[in-house]
């Protein structure tokens, strides 16, 4: 299970904002209630760092006995059994709706050589781009997906010297990528992979490399991939 950090601003913000909207509260009446002005609570809300006794006062506002709430082991307990339930029930209603694809924990590449390891680690790709990017984004990560398909074409061939030189020319892609706006994440599967064709179906391990790119404000953990290989 992941770890919470209660003293997080962002999850501040994001415990504030479900327990005000969950109780049909407005700004302007959690601000009422903490002793606080409507600027802070929107500040909290906005994940920006707040003092102590500022915590303490919202903690209060939002209906705590405990003005420190927010260190207390038992809440940080229920805390994580509530996010915990609310997560099964979404993989079950995302399994309803999308029966043929699973879940895979992405990781946000920030150099060459953390793209190159899809080229030289993975069997297969499946390369993606969202489609709220800018045109000039998606035409670099086009740019980024052709390379690593010609990379991964040549398999081990090149040289050492020749790799760095690739790890180089992706790491400026990179950097071009995050100027116009966009970032870019990567996963890797181990599955196995059996033809229906073949005569011998003992199945042959199989790496899949997945590389997409987002909004650099659109922060991934995981993300949802076909189960079968076409």
């Not at 209660?6 to 479900?18: E, G, Q, S, V």
């Not at 929107?42 to 006995?65: C, F, N």
């Not at 590449?109 to 190159?116: A, D, H, K, Q």
Request: aromatic share 8%; charged share 25%; net charge negative.
């Amino acid at each position: 299970m992941t770890e919470i950090d209660t003293k997080d601003p962002k999850f501040l913000a994001f415990w504030t904002k479900c327990i005000r909207e969950s109780s049909h509260w407005s700004q302007e009446a959690l601000a009422a209630a903490s002793g606080l002005d409507v600027r802070t609570i929107q500040r909290i809300e906005a994940g920006h760092p707040v003092s102590v006794t500022t915590r303490r006062a919202l903690a209060r506002g939002l209906g705590y006995d405990n003005p420190d709430v927010f260190e207390d082991p038992e809440f940080i307990m229920g805390v994580h059994a509530l996010l915990e339930g609310m997560r099964k029930v979404q993989d079950e209603e995302v399994q309803k709706q999308f029966p043929d694809h699973m879940r895979v924990s992405v990781a946000r590449v920030t150099s060459g050589e953390g793209l190159l390891r899809v080229a030289y680690e993975a069997n297969a790709y499946l390369f993606h781009a969202d489609e709220a990017i800018a045109d000039e984004a998606k035409e670099i990560a086009a740019s980024i997906f052709d390379f690593l398909r010609d990379l991964g074409e040549l398999g081990d061939d090149g040289s050492f010297a020749e790799r760095l030189g690739y790890q180089r020319s992706l790491g400026e892609l990179l950097e071009q990528l995050e100027a116009s706006g966009a970032t870019c994440y990567n996963a890797f599967r181990a599955t196995k992979m059996v033809g229906e064709n073949w005569a011998d179906k003992t199945p042959i391990p199989l790496t899949v490399g997945y590389v997409t790119v987002v909004p650099v404000e659109k922060v991934l953990t995981e993300m949802m991939v076909p189960r079968r290989l076409s």
